[in-house]
Nanobody, 125 residues
Framework: QVQVAESGGGSVQAGGSLRLSCAASGRTFSDSAMGWFRQAPGKDREFVAAISWSGSSINYADSVKGRFTISRDSAKNVVYLQMNGLKPEDTAVYSC??????????????????WGQGTQVTVSS
């Protein structure tokens, strides 16, 4: 079993920054990926960013490219999502997920078997 827990959400004004953290614990393996997804009220869950264990594979949604940066500390099993230039449309519940057996930064939520509870990010205009 793998446990995933996010932290770092909050409220900021447009143009501001937040950093989300995600810790994976339990039976984690090096052949894995970790990703961030978000869901706004009334909308479907969407992919935000993902990173492979080694960090050699990284993917971003077009909507966040150039503003968000994903990174990981594999020794600590922690993934970070640095969010700069936040916009009101970034408001959502952000969830971290762990994909066991994924050797690249997959965008497909079906590849992720372990999910955190989510953390709220609210951006006001």
């Amino acid at each position: 079993q793998v446990q995933v827990a996010e932290s770092g959400g909050g409220s900021v004004q447009a143009g501001g920054s937040l950093r989300l953290s995600c810790a994976a614990s339990g039976r984690t393996f090096s052949d894995s990926a970790m990703g961030w997804f978000r869901q706004a009220p009334g909308k479907d869950r969407e992919f935000v960013a993902a990173i492979s264990w080694s960090g050699s594979s990284i993917n971003y949604a077009d909507s966040v490219k150039g503003r968000f940066t994903i990174s990981r500390d594999s020794a600590k099993n922690v993934v970070y999502l640095q969010m700069n230039g936040l916009k009101p449309e970034d408001t959502a519940v952000y969830s971290c997920a762990y994909a066991r057996g994924a050797t690249w930064a997959t965008r497909n939520p079906r590849d992720y078997g372990y999910w955190g509870q989510g953390t709220q990010v609210t951006v006001s205009s």
